[in-house]
Nanobody
Framework: QVQLVESGGGLVQAGGSLRLSCVVSGGFLSNYGMGWFRQAPGKEREFVAAISWSGSRIYYADSVKGRFTISRDNAKSTLFLQMSSLKSEDTAVYYC????????????????WGQGTQVTVSS
């Protein structure tokens, strides 16, 4: 049974930083692309960042490019999202997910999801 557990969310002031982690169990992280998505209150879930299994391909949403960095440690089965220069509009529940194949930027490509971790940015 594949499980993804996010951590690292919390309350931060605008301009601050947070580092999210996602630990994957029940499968080999190194074989799969991984991604981060987020859902703000009253909005649909949206793509944030994704990384291929080898780390050779990385994608970011335009809204976070230059501020967020996705990375992975396959040996520790952990995915990371370093978030800097946070803005109030980054407030959302952040989800990590594992692909089953397909385009990394598309939500439909992901077959396993974590429960999410809340990030709140105060202005």
């Amino acid at each position: 049974q594949v499980q993804l557990v996010e951590s690292g969310g919390g309350l931060v002031q605008a301009g601050g930083s947070l580092r999210l982690s996602c630990v994957v169990s029940g499968g080999f992280l190194s074989n799969y692309g991984m991604g981060w998505f987020r859902q703000a209150p009253g909005k649909e879930r949206e793509f944030v960042a994704a990384i291929s299994w080898s780390g050779s391909r990385i994608y970011y949403a335009d809204s976070v490019k230059g501020r967020f960095t996705i990375s992975r440690d396959n040996a520790k089965s952990t995915l990371f999202l370093q978030m800097s220069s946070l803005k109030s509009e980054d407030t959302a529940v952040y989800y990590c997910a594992r692909t089953g194949g397909g385009e990394l930027r598309f939500e439909r490509s992901y077959d396993y999801w974590g429960q999410g971790t809340q990030v709140t940015v105060s202005s």
